[in-house]
């Protein structure tokens, strides 16, 4: 029994080197379903072990006709490569199904705890159209999203509530931001191994609902190991430099310090290098870009539910272009371009630690792997959980500058408000209805205190109530802390010149507050990326306080821009547009003549404003 066994893998072996050798081959002769009958015998390919190739047999137990809308489903029973006592295995997706010599499909799915090795295959017919021949104009996953405006509105409003609603806020935007749930194949479960490395428990349950919805739990996330090259001594030239029927690939989502990736087996490699795998969606997206890389597989777990592959991954070298209902499909010509991510994680007492990783670059999947990569950073160089004053800065670099957002949180809960804030900010600015933002790289920083501490502003008095302008207005504030335990900060508040005359109001409020006046007295909304970076920078973190003099001042606001201090006849031509029905024109009765961002180690909270008076130097004897 061995020796056939060993001898089948012999001649497998010996067909694989020949086709490499010959390099691509013609396309493989299909069967159409519709030819397909009970009893038909033939065989498969796929990899238990390495990179090779090896065969195992297949009988037609019947088919499934218009399982799914459109489209059979052929059921065939497998035997050989102890398929007896696995069963069908996951990993073994997309693997070739030949009968009577020509191309029948793909294996998709099986079921658990099935006594025998019976899998559903997806007709070939249905996989041809997958990827199209020539590439489409517009580039993968550039979908519109929402408008830029109402990222910005969502932002505005999450710095003005409470944080408990916060956090569902933002708990909903990152669901909302993922893509579609996939159509999966009717009947069983999908064969697709799911493999991560680097991620913690904790993370897998904070992103337990999101994850599910790609397909991932903690359940069916076997291990991937690193580039053969790296990981096993193997050298690089023993990596397949080309893609085979049967083969196994890895599609990544995430490379790096963290490993995050499917692997699945390839169904038919086209002349014009254009290839057909899995058999069944990978995350149901239409058209995205994901690199993929030869899979060495290192075993098969055998288990009573699901049998599973564990595999390294290797270097990318070609890319996933088309996740359809009935498999995926890529190109050979290159890889996909990713994003780096580096998070840098610092905290008292412990050293700082720097993790790197690279990132799918399909927008509808890099903000849920940024705030996974995210958690699993923080949870590695601090993994006990804890009360803390968590501060975060998210960068992300973009063909039109930097756009940033920082914040503080505190509390238990700290790691998820930095965690789904990285979310939100890079779904903002990946998906939005402007276009490919060109995100060259996000960096993400997060300093921790593993105690809990806040001040409360308590009053505010300036030295005088009465300023001139070009004077400096000096202002005491009072603060306390959670014990009662009081301090005073001294701020210095330049008055500008051309300051008019008149009852002012000096204004010192916490970020919330502030942020919301930066919004009353400049209601206009962002249309390109760099007024969204402008407006993202204009909400002020939870550990200052702005010190502001607000005077009286005459101004509109139009959807894109606000005017200040305009003349008369400004103001009446925009008060007739309004009057003819045009929208987005508000009036503007205030401003800030200047203002002054006061930061502490820690959040504060309050608001205070006081009448001044601003008043010009009078000549001595004049009245």
Known sequence: MESRRGSKRYVALAVLAIALFRGPAAASETLPVDQVRAGMKGYGLTVVRGYGVERFDVEVLGVLRNAAAGRSVILVSLSGLDLAETGVVAGMSGSPVYLEGRLAGAVASGWGFSK???????????????????????????????????????????????EEIRLAELRRALLESLPDTPAFPAGGSTLLAFQGVGIPAST??????????????????????????????????????????GAAVTAYLVRGDLQLGATGTVTEVYPDGRFVAFGHPFLGAGELELPVASAEVVTVVSSLYQSFKL???????????????????????????TIPVTVLVEGEGRPTREFRFEAASYPKLLPLLAGLVADASMTAADPTPRDRLLSFRITLETASGEISYEDVATGGRAKESAVLSTVALAAAVADNDLGDPGIRGIRLRFGSSTEERRLRLVDAAPASRKVAPGETLVVAIRLADRRGDESVRIVRLPVPPGTPEGRATLVVSDGNSATALRQLLDPSEPRTLGQFATFISRIVPGNRLLAGLLVAARGAATRSSTLETLPPTAMALLAGAREQGETGIADVEARLASEEIVTFDRPVSGSVRIDVDVERLRPRGTR
């Open 204 to 245: 897998l349950a904070a992103f337990r609902e999101p994850l599910s919805r790609l397909g991932v739990s903690e359940g069916n996330l076997g291990l991937l190991g690193a580039s053969p090259a790296v990981g096993t001594g193997h050298s690089v030239s023993a990596v397949p430099a080309t893609l085979v029927p």
């Open 311 to 337: 595999a390294n991954g290797g270097e990318p070298r070609f890319r996933l272009t088309n996740d359809r209902d009935t498999g995926v499909g890529g190109r050979t010509d290159r890889t996909a371009s």
């Open 116 to 162: 025998k090795a019976v899998a559903g295959v997806t007709p070939i017919e249905s996989m041809a159209s997958i990827v199209p021949e020539r590439p489409g104009v517009a580039g993968p996953g550039r979908a519109a999203g929402p408008p830029i405006a109402d990222r910005a509105r969502f932002f505005a409003h999450l710095a003005s509530v409470p």
